[in-house]
T-cell receptor, first 113, second 115 residues
């Protein structure tokens, strides 16, 4: 079982719709959760971080965390063609001493005009 | 402010040669990370530096890989006797090492091609 799992996609949504991206993780001790956006040929760009159960909203983006079920999701409202990219879920556990993020393999999102 | 910078942006080298990749983190960020991303693959952790502490080298794939960080700022990743499987994008990230955040910000990467 992978530590962080994401559906590779592509997830195709029409312009203006809500895109829902999901991520599950295996380590119950995980404490911090991040969503990165990566355009083709570019490096990952941090778009959301979430640390507590519940929802966190930032503009058109909402991150949702459920530690009991070990999943984190990203909702993109009013999706735009410019949102077409690969979205990477990353998980961090502080108390192990290992400071690196563990990344999922990403979900490719296609927003159709 | 300025983000993480990396150089060179592209590097083509012959198998068996040594290469050095450079990373300049965001000013004030005490933590620095190296990852690599092979074509169509996820990000693979290589090494982590935090202040004056001993680096976490647990992700280095072989002893051909080494890294150093001078003066708590710039870092250099060195790959000796390069192999074709070393071809990948090498990404550097930096973060503040505060609280539970550890939000990591990535540089543009160095695309390494070993021929």
């Amino acid at each position: 079982q992978k530590e962080v799992e994401q559906n590779s996609g592509p997830l195709s949504v029409p312009e203006g719709a809500i895109a829902s991206l999901n991520c599950t993780y295996s380590d119950r001790g995980s404490q911090s959760f991040f969503w990165y956006r990566q355009y083709s040929g570019k490096s990952p760009e941090l778009i959301m971080s979430i640390y507590s159960n519940g929802d966190k909203e930032d503009g058109r983006f909402t991150a949702q965390l459920n530690k009991a079920s070990q999943y984190v999701s990203l909702l993109i409202r009013d999706s735009q063609p410019s949102d077409s990219a690969t979205y990477l879920c990353a998980v961090y556990r502080r108390d192990t001493g290992r400071r690196a993020l563990t990344f999922g393999s990403g979900t490719r999102l296609q927003v159709q005009p | 402010g300025a983000g993480v910078s990396q150089s060179p942006s592209n590097k083509v080298t012959e198998k068996g040669k040594d290469v050095e990749l450079r990373c300049d983190p965001i000013s004030g960020h005490t933590a620095l990370y190296w990852y690599r991303q092979s074509l169509g693959q996820g990000l693979e952790f290589l090494i982590y530096f935090q202040g004056n502490s001993a680096p976490d080298k647990s992700g280095l794939p072989s002893d051909r890989f080494s890294a150093e960080r001078t003066g708590g700022s710039v870092s250099t990743l060195t790959i000796q006797r390069t192999q074709q499987e070393d071809s990948a994008v090498y990404l550097c990230a930096s973060s503040l090492a505060l609280g539970q955040g550890y939000e990591q910000y990535f540089g543009p990467g160095t695309r390494l091609t070993v021929t």
